[in-house]
């Protein structure tokens, strides 16, 4: 499948290349904006920069962002829900 980003326009193949084409958004443009979205919510912009697991349990990007550091064992530090955070909504 061929894809093209709905905000650069930046092109690429998934599997094999095809005539079909599907838009999302880059690597680097989903980076930008989840970094925009942890500004804009308090967070700090850091998604994608982690070198041990992240502090802030209560960004909605938590277990993305630390995906690296708890696969296969127990997530420390992360919370079960968001509801248990003040800033969510």
């Avoid at 998934?14 to 005539?19: F, L, N």
């Avoid at 970094?35 to 308090?42: A, I, L, M, S, V």
């Amino acid at each position: 499948m061929t894809y093209v980003c709905i905000r650069c326009r930046t092109t690429w193949i998934v599997g094999e290349a095809s005539a079909e084409v599907s838009g999302g958004l880059c690597d680097r443009c989903i980076t930008e904006y989840v970094r925009d979205r942890q500004k804009n919510n308090g967070f700090h912009d850091c998604f994608k920069r982690a070198t041990q697991t992240c502090s802030e349990t209560c960004c909605s990007y938590w277990q993305v962002c630390n995906r690296q550091f708890t696969v296969g064992k127990e997530a420390k530090g992360g919370p079960s829900s968001l509801a248990e955070c003040p800033l969510s909504p």
